[in-house]
């Protein structure tokens, strides 16, 4: 009996070393194969850029190709969740934003726990929202653009990229602000809503500058006002909130980088180090800045720092989105 019970706790140990090694050896390996970035919403819009720009930009130091794979649909809640059930082997990365990886919590019964399923790798860049409109909208300025949605609550309407969406809470935001009503017209992110409102199917939309801003510069849309204390310094030309009228009303909308809990340390590790060599470079710094992205210090850079952020910010908002009772489309 003692014979059994001896062999079977050594055959334990011999299969307890060898996963250890297993799991030792792959993270020296690794990454010995493309990885999988799963972007929430759909191509073209915002996370997708910034997703793009985080692949190339963290190439060189991982040695390997990072593709991108866009899941869309219910705010981009189907996607982490896929990202949640994955495999922790650090080949499939959940990048998002606030509404999906803090909001989303609040508003979806969610299949998976946003902090406890996900393990942190790095906070990535912020931008602001700005004001914009199709050009045919009469509005010359901000308060004129107020003034016409009152008159015309039943024409006017938002493009979003579903409800809960950073686009969506960024327009029930506004509407308190400015004592507005109009339609909200959910989309699979905010990139195809951005061909409709340059086509006139909707007027308006409170879109992050990353999205906003090449159009603007092309003229095919124009910008109100930026959501911040202060302009964009690509974008002077764009007043802030305070200088038009909606004085307080700012919006950030950061990303981050998620793994599916129980990657390994030294996984998540190298990530974040591609994470930091990637926004140290001057020319992925440049395509991001350029957009009115802000790069977060380099003490925010790492696992710990998105950790305690995402946590604070589920803190400070599932109560303020709960008591609003967004619903679900
Ligand atoms: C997107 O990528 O489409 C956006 O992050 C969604 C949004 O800003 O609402």
Known sequence: MRGIRGAALALIGVVASATLNVTGSK???????PITMIVPFAAGGPTDVVARIMAEGMRPSLGQTVIIENITGAAGSIAVGRAARAAPDGYTLSIGQWSTHV???AIYNLPYDLLTDLAPVSLLVSNPQLIVANPKVPATDLKSLVEWIKANPDHVSAGTAGAGSASHIGGIYFQNFSH???LFVPYRGTGPAMQDLIGGQIQIMLDQSSNSLPQVRQKQIKAYAVTSKTRLSVAP??????EVGLPGFYISVWH???VPKDTPKPIIEKLAAAVRAALADPATQKRLLDLGQEIPPLDQQNPAALGAFQKAEIEKWWPLIKAANI???
């Open 27 to 33: 993270a020296d390996d690794y990454p010995s194969r």
């Open 103 to 105: 909001v989303n919590g």
């Open 180 to 182: 507005t009503n109009f």
């Open 237 to 242: 030309e764009i007043p802030t909130v305070d």
């Open 256 to 258: 981050g980088l998620w």
């Open 327 to 329: 619903k679900v489309d």
